[in-house]
Every structure is written in C-alpha cells, then in structure tokens.
Antibody, heavy 120, light 110 residues
Framework: QVTLKESGPALVKPTQTLTLTCTFS??????????VSWIRQPPGKALEWLAR???????FYSTSLKTRLTISKDTSKNQVVLTMTNMDPVDTATYYC????????????WGQGTLVTVSS | QSALTQPASVSGSPGQSITISCTGT?????????VSWYQQHPGKAPKLMIY???NRPSGVSNRFSGSKSGNTASLTISGLQAEDEADYYC??????????FGGGTKLTVL
C-alpha cells in the first residue's frame, strides 16, 4: 500500500526559507524507475508542478522557480525534502508530494497536502 | 512554460456525456503521449483518472476516457453522475523535462 504524507510549518514569514518533508511508504526511491514530485495549489487556483527527484538522484525543477528550489532525498528514511527560499505571500498554497508512475507523465499516488501560509 | 488551456467550466445533466479539452503545444501535449487527467473534489487531493493519454488506472470507472489529436487532449465522461461533479486538471510532460498542468475545469452536474 503506497502512502505519502507531507509535513512542515503551517506559517512562514516573508523572505524565510520553507522546508517541507514528504514521508512515504509502500515503495523505495532506490528502486529503478521511481520518482517523486512536489506540486502546489494556491487557494482556489490551479495545480503547479514544482520539482522532481528520481531513483538515480536526477533532479528537475520548474523553470520559473528553479533558482529558489532544492529537492533532495533520504532513502534510509523514505523521505523527500523540498526547500524553497525567499518565501512571499504569493507562495501561500497547499503543497503536495506525489509519486510518479511508470512513465514520467503522471502522478499515481498523492499525499493529503499541507497548507503553507506566508504572512508576517 | 505556460499552463495548458482548459475551459473554465462545463456542465451536463445526469446520464449525459461531456468532454473537457486541454490544449498545449508541440513541446508538451503534441510532442508526447504523456497526458494525464486528475479529478479533485473540494478539500481533497487530486485523483488520477487517465494516464498516458488513454489509460485508466485500476478502479477508475470505464465511463472516463481520454484521447488526443495534435496539440489537444480530451477527457470524456459518459453517463454523468452526481459524484462526477468536481474540478478536473490535465497535465503533460514537456520537452524541458518538466510537467505542466492545465488551469482546471469545474464540472457541474445539473
């Protein structure tokens, strides 16, 4: 049974760095072909893909947010960590982690999401 | 990378069929058979409904089907049911090795 769960602060101040952790079970990121992504959704708005990390430690980032994002994994803890620097109120959103399927085109399992509010 | 274009809203009566379009470019939808569709009910995480353009995950009703022509992908829901009322998002892999989502479509079952 595959599960993912996001954790991190609910509130961050402008200019601070956000660190989110995705803890998963039911699969391993050392298995060939496994990939995990982060996706966010501002309140009432559309989904936005942020970053992806692969089993072989390849990393990919949203073109528009690349300079602010870092994704990493700890395979011993079954965790993927996303950091986003210089947070702004427009970054207020629900942040999801999701496992990618056997191809790079889809997300088959999602976490429940965690709402992050950026406010002073 | 610009978001894929979806209609903001569609509606239909129970039992009818509806189609939601998702238009991109040759660098995303038109260039790869990696289009997927997600259903999202209020306050819930998205749920995968269609992957790789036409494939349905186990457990998803066969009332949901996907297709693609050129730079436009489509999701068709037949035999509309009240529980289908939700937001629907398409996504595509891109030539930049990223993923782009559509702006979302609100489906109302009348």
């Amino acid at each position: 049974q595959v599960t993912l769960k996001e954790s991190g602060p609910a509130l961050v101040k402008p200019t601070q760095t956000l660190t989110l952790t995705c803890t998963f079970s039911g699969f391993s990121l050392i298995t060939s072909g496994m990939r995990v992504s982060w996706i966010r959704q501002p309140p009432g708005k559309a989904l936005e893909w942020l970053a992806r990390i692969d089993w072989d430690d390849d990393k990919f980032y949203s073109t528009s947010l690349k300079t602010r994002l870092t994704i990493s994994k700890d395979t011993s803890k079954n965790q993927v960590v996303l950091t986003m620097t210089n947070m702004d109120p427009v970054d207020t959103a629900t942040y999801y982690c999701a496992r990618m399927g056997r191809t790079v085109g889809y997300f088959d399992y999602w976490g429940q999401g965690t709402l992050v509010t950026v406010s002073s | 990378q610009s978001a894929l274009t979806q209609p903001a809203s569609v509606s239909g009566s129970p039992g009818q069929s509806i189609t939601i379009s998702c238009t991109g470019t040759s660098s995303d939808v038109g260039g790869y058979n990696y289009v997927s569709w997600y259903q999202q009910h209020p306050g819930k995480a998205p749920k995968l409904m269609i992957y790789d353009v036409t494939n349905r995950p186990s457990g998803v009703s066969n009332r949901f089907s996907g297709s693609k022509s050129g730079n436009t992908a489509s999701l068709t829901i037949s035999g509309l049911q009240a529980e289908d009322e939700a937001d629907y998002y398409c996504s595509s892999y891109t030539s930049s090795s990223t993923v782009v989502f559509g702006g979302g479509t609100k489906l109302t079952v009348l």
